[in-house]
Structure formats: structure tokens, C-alpha cells
């Protein structure tokens, strides 16, 4: 039995690592598309990207649709994320750099393991919690807080923090149903979803950016319609289903720790794509990030540790 429940933890840890790669990495793709998009017109573009995929996805696989009960439960869950956390999150980066907006986004970890124990009753060990202060350590010199870059531009931060509370919410409740139901179809569902209530909140982009409702405020480059596109596939399709995918084996608590990947690798690329510069103690601190989370999934895949973090 051991090396069963072994390799479901090397599952569920290489998953949700895929999932913090892939929105770290678009993370500072939607930074450059918002030089070329307004946020909401920019997460509708990359939903419909997201949802075609997904659905193509259901389709090729043949995938049984759930009960109609079930379905509407699914569905929901997309209002809290992508839908309300990335229309907070994108008008959020309009006002913050890259490399504060994944900082803040790091909030989201610590939000997850606070609601896994009011909500699922996953009481973290010692040895998680002193790993967990480890990598907010880390981030704390990765990010520049010391600098005090979350200072500027506090209206932004506050929205981006709020996303995360939404995101959190959404991981743990999601939680509770990625072991029953398909991967894909629960994420196309919810981006569905997500995707109509964008739609419905553009009103609230045409308010905040009035020049927004031009259609000559849309751009023409190919090259930046691409890069909406491949980032919307990356961000919420590839993205989502790798989470949803690794919390059919581990815990909430330990899925959302690796989410601290998303900043370092948020803030490398604002280094190399966006211009934005790391000094020495900014990489000390996300390789101390990184440690921690690498004895983090030691350690979940160790049979002495396994009750901590395989989820039943």
C-alpha cells in the first residue's frame, strides 16, 4: 500500500507545481496584454480561448456529463474563480507592477490553509508550519517587501488581495468535489460560467474606463491577440485543470503552499520579459522559497508524513 499512496503524493505535488508554473509564467503575459487590453475585455478574450479548448477537450475524450445537480454545484464555484478573482486581479495589475501583484498573490496560500482548517478540519503539523514560515521568509526578500514596493499603489493591492480571499475560497470548496468528477469537465463548466459573468460585467469596465467602450480601443497587432489567446490557455485552462487534477490526491493545505511558486516565477519573469530588476537578496530569498518547498514534498513523500498531506 505504501508506494500506492507514495506516488499519489508525487502525483498531486507534480501537478499542482505544473498549475503554479503555468500562472506564474501568464501572469506576466496578462501584465504585457493589459499594455493592449482593458482588464475585462482582456479575461473575456482569454476565457473564450480557455473555454474552446476545454470543451474541445470534453468532446475528444467523451467525457458523461454529471447530473443536473451536480452541474449547477460545479458551475457555481466559477463565479468565485476565474470569474470575480481575475476581473479583481486583472483591474488590480493595472495599478501595480508584476512583481507586487505576485507577491500579494501569495497571500492566496496562506488563505487556503486557514479555510482548510475552519472548513475541512486539515490541521497542519509543526513541521508544515515551520516549512510555511520558511517560504513567506523567502518571499519576503524575493518580492522586496523590505523595499516597501506593496506601498505603491494600495488601490490595486487591495483589489488583488480581495481576489486572492475569493481564490481561496474556491480551492478549498473545489476540493470537495475534484475526487468525484472529471477534471475537464469541471473546469469547462466553471469557465463557462465565469465566461457569461464577465460578459454581464462589462458595464463595469465602460464605468472605470469609459474610453473602453470604443471598439477602436481594441487592438490590432496579431501578435497581441496571440498572446491573449495563448495566455488565456495557459492561465485558466492548463492552469486550472492541473490544480483541480492534484487535489484528487493531496490536501488543500499542501496544494495551496505550492502557489508560492507562482510569485518567484512571476517575478523571474518580470526580470526577463518585462524589464523589471532582481538584486542578489531577491534571489536568495526565492531560492530559500524554493527549498522549503522542495522539503515540503520530501517530506509528503515520506510514509511517515503521508496522513499530513495525502488527501483520503
Given at each position: ?49 480557455s ?73 497542519p ?49 473545489s ?25 454581464l460585467?462589462?458595464?463595469?469596465e ?20 496571440g ?68 522539503l ?17
Open positions: 500500500m505504501a508506494p500506492k499512496k507514495i506516488s499519489r503524493a508525487s502525483l498531486g505535488i507534480a501537478s499542482v507545481t505544473m498549475a503554479a508554473m503555468c500562472w506564474g509564467g501568464a501572469l506576466v503575459m496578462s501584465k504585457g496584454a493589459l499594455e493592449s487590453f482593458y482588464p475585462v475585455t482582456l479575461l473575456i478574450i482569454q476565457l473564450m480561448a473555454v474552446t479548448f476545454l470543451w474541445c477537450v470534453v468532446a475528444f475524450r467523451k467525457t458523461s456529463a454529471p447530473t443536473a445537480n451536480v452541474l449547477v454545484k460545479l458551475s457555481l464555484l466559477g463565479l468565485l474563480e476565474p470569474c470575480l478573482t481575475y476581473v479583481l486581479v486583472l483591474i488590480g495589475l493595472t495599478f501595480t507592477g508584476a512583481s507586487e501583484a505576485s507577491l500579494l498573490q501569495s497571500l492566496e496560500s496562506i488563505m487556503i490553509v486557514l479555510l482548510a482548517m475552519l472548513l475541512l478540519k486539515e490541521i503539523s509543526i513541521n508544515f508550519i515551520v516549512l510555511s514560515a520558511m517560504i513567506l521568509v523567502g518571499l519576503f526578500f524575493a518580492l522586496d517587501i523590505h523595499g516597501g514596493n506593496v506601498k505603491e499603489g494600495g488601490f490595486g493591492a487591495s483589489l488583488i488581495s480581495l481576489g486572492m480571499l475569493s481564490a481561496a475560497f474556491y480551492v478549498v470548496l476540493s470537495r468535489i475534484a475526487k468525484e468528477q472529471d477534471v475537464f469537465y469541471i473546469v469547462a463548466c466553471q469557465q463557462t460560467l465565469a465566461l457569461v459573468a464577465s460578459i460585467m462589462l458595464p463595469l465602460w464605468t472605470i474606463y469609459p474610453e473602453s467602450k470604443a471598439f477602436a480601443a481594441l487592438p490590432g497587432s496579431l501578435e497581441v491577440w498572446l491573449a489567446l495563448v495566455s488565456g490557455i495557459v492561465q485558466y485552462a492548463l492552469a486550472f485543470s492541473f490544480y483541480i487534477y492534484s487535489l484528487k490526491y493531496i490536501r488543500a493545505g499542501l496544494a495551496g503552499m505550492f502557489l508560492n511558486l507562482v510569485p518567484v516565477i512571476g517575478v523571474v519573469g518580470a526580470v526577463v520579459f518585462l524589464g523589471e530588476r532582481l538584486s542578489l537578496l531577491q534571489v536568495g530569498g526565492a531560492a530559500l522559497t524554493i527549498i522549503a518547498l522542495v515540503i514534498a520530501k517530506n509528503a513523500a515520506s510514509e511517515n508524513t503521508l496522513k499530513d498531506y495525502i488527501k483520503k
